[in-house]
């Protein structure tokens, strides 16, 4: 079965620029969660994603947002794109279960530079 | 809100050695725990997870953990370290969302 898949892998992009976030989950599974990785804040919560519902959501600015698709691939846009926002973004898709009972499988992530 | 702390940054140990990475997680009710690992320029990888039942859990390439409920603990173990084992480990708890340590660092040197 295949895994979660993240595209694109590499991104550059420039200040005041917006970009979007692929992320395709595990056939079945119907939550995508989005995270941001950097060295000085280590993973943080964006948001999270179920039946194209926006069920979750952490302490990120309104530049970034996200959706879902009736096929439960999903899409994170960030912008106005600032330097800080350079990081590895990573996509976790589970099943779903509300309750905490349930394992998330990660995507390969995409490596953002913004110069 | 829950919180994870993994008090070591950095663990160097030599090939064959044991290891203990240590974890804690603030207390609650109900508490799924997992381990992650992550190699560079990768995703983040399941090791293992506490999710009920025995508190003593295992991975399929040696690596241990054991939920301590009356310590608030969840420290990963390994009898003995390959050097391919270097890599960023993660230690998670889930409510509603996963919360994630900051991550340990673990050198195997020959």
């Known amino acids: 079965k295949a895994g979660v898949t993240q595209t694109p892998r590499y991104l550059i992009k420039t200040r005041g620029q917006q970009v979007t976030l692929s992320c395709s989950p595990i056939?079945?599974?119907?939550?995508v969660s989005w995270y941001q990785q950097t060295p000085g804040q280590g993973l943080q919560f964006l948001f999270e994603y179920f039946s194209e519902t926006q069920r979750n959501k952490g302490n990120f600015p309104g530049r970034f947002s996200g959706r879902q698709f009736s096929n439960s691939r999903s899409e994170m846009n960030v912008s106005t794109l600032e330097l800080g926002d350079s990081a590895l973004y990573l996509c976790?898709?589970?099943?779903?279960?509300?309750?905490?009972?349930?394992?998330?499988?990660f995507g390969q992530g995409t490596r953002l530079t913004v110069v | 809100a829950q919180s994870v702390t993994q008090l070591d940054s950095q663990v160097p140990v030599f090939e064959e050695a044991p290891v203990e990475l240590r974890c804690n997680y603030s207390?609650?009710?109900?508490?799924?725990l997992f381990w992650y690992v992550q190699y560079p320029n990768q995703g983040l990888q399941l090791l293992l997870k506490y999710l009920s039942g025995s508190t003593l859990v295992e991975s399929i390439n040696g690596f241990e953990a054991e939920f301590n409920k009356s310590q608030t603990s969840f420290h990963l173990r390994k009898p003995s370290v390959h050097i391919s084992d270097t890599a960023e480990y993660f230690c998670?708890?889930?409510?509603?969302?996963?919360?994630f340590g900051t991550g340990t660092r673990l050198l195997v040197s020959p």
């Open positions: 056939s079945g599974h119907r939550s």
């Open positions: 998670a708890v889930r409510d509603l969302k996963l919360v």
């Open positions: 207390s609650s009710v109900s508490v799924y």
């Open positions: 976790a898709s589970s099943l779903g279960r509300q309750g905490g009972n349930t394992e998330a499988f």
